[in-house]
T-cell receptor, first 114, second 114 residues
Framework: AQKVTQAQTEISVVEKEDVTLDCVYETRDTTYYLFWYKQPPSGELVFLIRRNSFDEQNEISGRYSWNFQKSTSSFNFTITASQVVDSAVYFCALSETGANNLFFGTGTRLTVIP | ETGVTQSPTHLIKTRGQQVTLRCSSQSGHNTVSWYQQALGQGPQFIFQYYREEENGRGNFPPRFSGLQFPNYSSELNVNALELDDSALYLC?????????????FGPGTRLTVT
């Protein structure tokens, strides 16, 4: 059975601080995909990253970086020098081989205080 | 902007009624998925349509049904509405290509059942 755990329900940081959002997953598949989405107050889910299970390289995109560790089944997301526009709910999601759907965690609400 | 639109934006219905939600996919995308997102939760997969046929279903009862049209727009129909059906309904379009595809989400329809 698949499971995605985002233990941090809410996080508040002051602008320019770094923040890490945790994601732990469970799957029996050896091939799977992991995702992060951002959901601003408007409600639309904004795709941030997809990573397949064979690619453990960390990725950096501007102020965003992701740390994928299969040994601990974690796919953590770090925002460097946070900004007020980063305030949103962030979801981690898992897609198993042959599955046609995303399985989401419960999300982490990030508030960046100016 | 993902190019995926949904209508209406908000909807209020009474328990027992029926509702139809609409989604217009991104141009060229042949796959649409529908998700239900209850307040404070992550989206849950309802079903997916590929080339006008249902291509997978989550743990939702048969009163949740869908259609996909030749132009790849789609509908989600819910019969005999219950109070627990109150949620944000998201559609996501994608181009099904091998098993590696990205889903683009619309802004959602917020349904309130009273």
């Amino acid at each position: 059975a698949q499971k995605v755990t985002q233990a941090q329900t809410e996080i508040s940081v002051v602008e320019k601080e770094d923040v890490t959002l945790d994601c732990v997953y469970e799957t029996r598949d050896t091939t799977y995909y992991l995702f992060w989405y951002k959901q601003p107050p408007s409600g639309e889910l904004v795709f941030l990253i997809r990573r397949n299970s064979f690619d453990e390289q960390n990725e950096i995109s501007g102020r965003y970086s992701w740390n994928f560790q299969k040994s601990t089944s974690s796919f953590n997301f770090t925002i460097t020098a946070s900004q007020v526009v980063d305030s949103a709910v962030y979801f981690c999601a898992l897609s198993e081989t042959g599955a046609n759907n995303l399985f989401f965690g419960t999300g982490t609400r990030l508030t960046v205080i100016p | 902007e993902t190019g995926v639109t949904q209508s209406p934006t908000h909807l209020i219905k009474t328990r027992g009624q029926q509702v139809t939600l609409r989604c217009s996919s991104q141009s060229g995308h042949n796959t649409v998925s529908w998700y239900q997102q209850a307040l404070g939760q992550g989206p849950q997969f309802i079903f997916q349509y590929y080339r006008e046929e249902e291509n997978g279903r989550g743990n939702f009862p048969p009163r949740f049904s869908g259609l996909q049209f030749p132009n790849y727009s789609s509908e989600l129909n819910v019969n005999a509405l219950e109070l627990d059906d109150s949620a944000l309904y998201l559609c996501a379009s994608s181009l099904f290509r091998d098993r590696d595809y990205e889903q683009y989400f619309g802004p959602g329809t917020r349904l309130t059942v009273t």
